[in-house]
């Protein structure tokens, strides 16, 4: 998906851990960089050119809001994702900010709930297949 020629095309991710393999599994061949914090994620911006940033509606979601303004400061251009893995879970108010703030300022370009796709090869290759074309 992200590496047929050249240098991997580099994804940068604000999710929770144990969310991170299957981001993994999602972007094979990429250079996947996982965030915690603004701060890292200025940092990661600063190191090389992204791609694509996802974000995760449950991680913490005060980090989340965080990271995305300040990829809107920046004024970055590369496509954000938001996607959900918490079967039933009640959206709280800052997760919702959060959505917001990508919808409105940096133009979300997908929002994908990941419960609705297995954690499998044959789940994970749907969801490659929706964020191909924003690669």
């Known amino acids: 998906m992200c590496a047929p020629q050249g240098a991997a095309r580099r994804v940068v991710a604000a999710v929770t851990d144990d969310l991170q393999p299957r981001i993994r599994a999602i972007f094979p061949g990429c250079d996947v960089r996982f965030v915690r914090s ?19 509606v449950h991680f913490n979601e005060s980090s989340a809001a965080a990271a995305l303004m300040c990829v809107l400061a920046r004024e970055e251009s ?12 009640k959206p709280a108010y800052a997760a919702l900010n959060a959505l917001r703030i990508a919808l409105g300022g940096i133009v979300a370009r997908a929002f994908i709930d990941l419960v609705e796709h297995r954690d499998d090869e044959a789940g994970n290759a749907r969801v490659r297949a929706m964020l191909e074309p924003l690669l």
């Open 38 to 56: 603004g701060t890292e994620l200025v940092r990661a911006l600063d190191e090389a050119r992204c791609e694509m940033m996802v974000v995760q």
């Open 78 to 89: 590369f496509p954000v994702v938001c996607v959900r893995d918490v079967p039933d879970a």
